[in-house]
């Protein structure tokens, strides 16, 4: 399961179909992705960020940019079709990609976005 940055400023407004998914998640035994790039765009800190903090203790790794993985996502974007006046999301594509690449359920709040880049309709489950 991978959580983009829709996903995550649902579960910190405590939505509950998506808890009951990471509960089934982490019962399943199933890993938990969030990539960096979303995490940086909704993280604040402080009360707001307590019930992301408290995932990112027990159940989820952070999917890091590093340089390697920067230049992926730059290929990555440099060689998607997107449609005529979208502009490339570093973030969208961030998410697109670990999607992809471990195969996994992305939870969006814009499934347009990851469709953009490839996330097949099967994989997204909309906030």
């Known amino acids: 399961m991978v959580l983009d940055a829709g996903a995550l400023r649902a579960l910190e407004h405590h939505d509950v179909a998506l808890a009951a998914a990471l509960r089934m998640a982490h019962r399943l035994d199933l890993p938990i992705r969030i990539p960096a790039a979303a995490l940086a765009q909704v993280w604040r800190g402080g009360p707001r960020s307590a019930p992301l903090a408290r995932l990112l203790r027990q159940l989820a790794p952070v999917v890091s940019v590093d340089e390697p993985a920067a230049r992926q996502i730059g290929e990555f ?3 998607a079709h997107l ?5 490339a999301d570093v973030v969208d594509a961030h998410v697109a ?4 690449a471990t195969r996994s359920v992305v939870w969006t709040s814009d499934p347009e976005n990851l469709a953009r880049y490839g996330v ?4 997204i489950r909309k906030i």
Do not use: S
Request: proline share 6%; net charge positive.
């Open 97 to 100: 990609l670990t999607t992809r």
């Open 120 to 123: 097949r309709a099967e994989q």
């Open 83 to 87: 449609p005529d006046g979208a502009r």
């Open 77 to 79: 974007i440099a060689a």
